[in-house]
């Protein structure tokens, strides 16, 4: 009987093994280039040591970079958690595509899936902050067998006429003189050309007026910024231009949102200015396994001003999972 119960105890010690192992793959920190559908491309891993399922980092822009988040919130969440810091095709420290129209988000996509492959693990939770959030939850639609938890920060919804409509508003609360006339002036204007509004609005404002309207603190838009000249990595705006050259999503991303079925947090500062806690709300509400929070202090960039609650709520929802609205 002893030796019966002894290899039960060996059988389901092995097979918990098997799990630990599909959950939690084995993965080394460090950096490294990759050649995803033909493009090198740059990623990080950190927290290695925790042997969680990776959370990999798909940053905004569209075009931006990794950089801020590597080197901002990005530690404190590496204490629990393994991380994949990605710059996407053409985007901070990842070589660009030979076409500039190549930078569709079908395309993005397989460079994602592309790069889970090469990391050999089965499934990621997908961590995405303002474009990047969008990216996630586009992730989810098409490769749901690959995603175990979702995170999104002042994500887009997919209607881009919406948010360039919002994005004028809000700079428009922010701006003086000539320059709130103009802004005045195209809030009144429907939107013809998603990248004309988007730069007329963007081309025109100056580091002031783009970090008031990003953030609430001045401290936290003066160290982003001085971590934006330290990384000497630009958005060359091509990203940009292809994803604003097609506004309207068919069908709508919101429309297929009940199709996602993992669970997920949304996240989003209360004086967010460039995609709104409105918008945010509503993916929540779309999403069958969803919670929200609000974060009280902040604005498009709650990971920067709110980092210790920010990491905080990241950890409780990976421990336990769906939380209620």
Known sequence: MKTLVSLVALVL??????????????????????????????????????????ILILHGGP???????????GPLIERFATIIYYDQRGSGRSDAPALDTDYTIAEILTDIEALRKQLTVEKLTLLGFSFGGQL??????????HVDKLIVQSATNGDLVRTVEFQTYGFLQQAEGSRRSELE???????????????????????KAVDRFLFVDSQVAALNRRLYD???????GKMAKVIFS?????????????????????MVGLHDRNVGVDSNRE???????????????????????????????????????????
Do not use: C
């Open 283 to 325: 993916i929540a509400d779309a999403l069958p396994h969803a919670s929200l929070v609000i974060f009280s202090r902040s604005a498009h960039f709650p990971d920067m001003e709110e980092p210790g609650k920010y990491a905080a709520s990241i950890e409780r929802f990976l421990r336990l999972g769906q939380q209620s609205h």
């Open 136 to 145: 996630a939850l586009e992730y989810a639609l098409r490769y749901p067998e």
């Open 246 to 266: 097609t506004p309207f999503r068919q069908p709508s991303l919101m429309d297929e949102l009940d199709r996602i079925q993992a669970s997920t947090l949304v």
């Open 185 to 207: 002036h195209l809030s009144h204007v429907p939107v013809q050309d998603v990248n004309k509004r988007f730069q007329d609005i963007w081309d025109s404002a100056d580091h």
């Open 230 to 236: 330290e990384s000497r990595l630009e958005n060359t």
């Open 63 to 73: 075009g931006g970079n990794s950089y801020n988040f590597e080197h901002g919130v």
């Open 13 to 54: 010690f092995l097979a918990a093994s098997v799990v630990a192992q599909t959950e939690a793959p084995s993965l080394k920190d460090g950096e490294h280039h990759v050649v995803l559908n033909g493009i090198k491309q740059w990623y990080r891993v950190a927290g290695a040591s925790n042997h969680t399922t990776p």
